[in-house]
Nanobody, 123 residues
Framework: QVQLMESGGGSVQAGGSLRLSCSAT?????????MGWARQAPGKSREMIAT???????AYADSVKGRFTISKDNAKNTLYLQMDNLKPEDTAIYYC????????????????WGQGTQVTVSS
């Protein structure tokens, strides 16, 4: 069973940066997975914002394109989200997610989720 655990959230002023990490364990050997980050702001639906596939190909939602960077370290089984030039509207709970086998920017298609980490951006 896939287990995901996020860390690195916190509070930052607008224009600042944060890096989120996601420790991933329990993947079936040789099974292809897509990894991604989603976020959910109060009163809004969960939004898939970045994905990375087995080959390292990335995709981003328009809301974060050019400001956020997704990456992974296969040796450490860790997924990252570098968030730069943060805006107050980025305030949300951020979740790590996984699904086999290919990537899609739609949160409802993801089968495994972490518990989430809060990111708060003040103006």
């Amino acid at each position: 069973q896939v287990q995901l655990m996020e860390s690195g959230g916190g509070s930052v002023q607008a224009g600042g940066s944060l890096r989120l990490s996601c420790s991933a364990t329990g993947f079936t050997y040789n099974k292809i997975y897509c990894m991604g980050w989603a976020r959910q702001a109060p009163g809004k639906s969960r939004e898939m914002i970045a994905t990375i596939n087995k080959m390292g190909v990335t995709a981003y939602a328009d809301s974060v394109k050019g400001r956020f960077t997704i990456s992974k370290d296969n040796a450490k089984n860790t997924l990252y989200l570098q968030m730069d030039n943060l805006k107050p509207e980025d305030t949300a709970i951020y979740y790590c997610a996984a699904r086999p086998p290919y990537c899609i920017l739609r949160s409802s298609d993801y089968t495994d989720w972490g518990q989430g980490t809060q990111v708060t951006v003040s103006s």
